[in-house]
């Protein structure tokens, strides 16, 4: 057997708006960007308080590898936790409120691992339509029973959770939507947790750093004293709005123990390189002395979305610092995003399979580097 059957594939992408290439970069991550000699706005990153390029993180990062080296060098199981991991993993946990926190190497690979390690064959899972792939490939490698409850939809799922006899019951769930910027209905889940016994398994990937008092997520914006809880199983990540490298789980001590012992991508992964951990570090840090930033960013998002809104873009529920512009069909989409960078302004097209058919759109991520000339670029452009 040949790879000829590739070609096809691929193909059959061009022909559908599909076909995905990878950008060559020509400066650092940041507001504003440089592409094959061209300078770009950038509306597609995920580095929410531009964090990615801030000296002090580079400073930290550059101290920790002078010191410890740019590798870990095998598990942290094997070889042992160096110190920029073991204080990241320590000041996520007094970050958060909770006992303990654990570092992985990726979001996505803390999302794998934890429902991976909770979620066993004899349990069930609830997950919603548009959780993001990490959670669903979770979900398919737990061996628990899938149920897929209609985003966002609580009677939906009270009613799936009604009918099940597992011996456990999880509900996993985005907190901030990526493709949409739209909010979980948090306390409605922790509601239907309490009353059907269920564990929350919760990513706050889009929403560290940038949500809430402290930067901490969804969990902050719920009343005092619902988190933390055994009934909430945390995942943040570090490479986003923190600027590094990474994802972390927080709970209690033995929930830590029991990932520690049982998540098979901690336990067969090399740890968090040192330069990253204490990049990270320090960004855990300038989030909680420099609320300014998710106040900036998120006020920016506020004025696009009422611009939007204003001349007939929709824009979903979003109510964050992700603002989806639905344009539907994905080679319409792809036209339009080309369009905006012929103009300077790097708006990325979202096609099938990232969300659904007939739903292509626009994604634009706003950081607090961008000002409030950049988005009106934007905003002109757009009407």
């Known amino acids: 057997m040949t790879l000829d059957w590739l070609e096809d594939d691929l193909n059959e992408r061009r022909r559908h708006g599909l076909y995905r290439v990878r950008r060559r970069l020509q400066s650092a991550q940041g507001p504003h960007v440089r592409f094959h000699g061209r300078d770009f706005v950038n509306f597609s990153s995920n580095d929410y308080l531009n964090y990615a390029a801030d000296p002090r993180l580079a400073n930290a990062a550059a101290r920790a590898a002078r010191r410890y080296g740019c590798g870990a060098g095998a598990s942290a199981l094997v070889s042992g936790r160096l110190p920029p991991l073991r204080a990241l993993e320590r000041d996520l946990a007094r970050w958060e409120g909770t006992e303990a926190a654990l570092v992985f190497n990726s979001g996505y690979v803390a999302n794998l691992a934890v429902v991976g390690a909770l979620a066993q064959s004899n349990d069930a899972v609830f997950s919603d339509a548009l959780n993001h792939a990490s959670l669903i490939d979770g979900c398919r490698l737990s061996r628990a029973s899938v149920h897929v409850y209609r985003h966002a939809d609580l009677d939906h799922l009270a009613d799936l959770l009604k009918h099940e006899t597992a011996r456990r019951r999880f509900i996993v769930c985005d907190s901030v939507f990526s493709m949409d910027g739209d909010l979980a209905p948090l306390a409605g889940l922790l509601e239907l947790a309490e009353r059907f016994d269920c564990v929350v398994l919760l990513d706050e990937a889009h929403a560290t750093g940038v949500l809430g008092e402290h930067g901490r997520g969804l969990t902050d914006l719920l009343p005092a004293g619902a988190f933390p809880s055994e009934r909430v199983v945390k995942v943040g ?147």
């Open 237 to 383: 990540t570090l490479s986003k709005a923190l600027g590094s490298q990474g994802g972390f789980v927080c709970g209690s001590r033995r929930l830590i123990a029991w990932l520690v012992n049982h998540a098979r991508p901690y336990i067969f992964s090399t740890a968090l390189a040192p330069p990253a951990a204490a990049a990270a570090r320090c960004a855990v840090d300038l989030v909680q002395t420099e609320p300014e930033r998710r106040r900036h960013v998120l006020s920016l998002a506020e004025h696009l979305r009422t611009a939007l809104c204003a001349f007939g873009k929709p824009v979903g529920a979003s109510c964050c610092q992700i603002v989806p512009v639905i344009v539907g069909d994905a080679r319409a989409a792809t036209a339009l995003a080309h369009r905006l960078e012929e103009q300077g302004l790097l708006a990325p097209a979202i096609r099938p399979p990232s969300v659904p058919e007939g739903t292509a759109r626009l994604r634009i991520s706003l950081s607090a580097g961008h000002s409030t000339e950049d988005v009106d670029r934007l905003i002109a452009a757009l009407s």
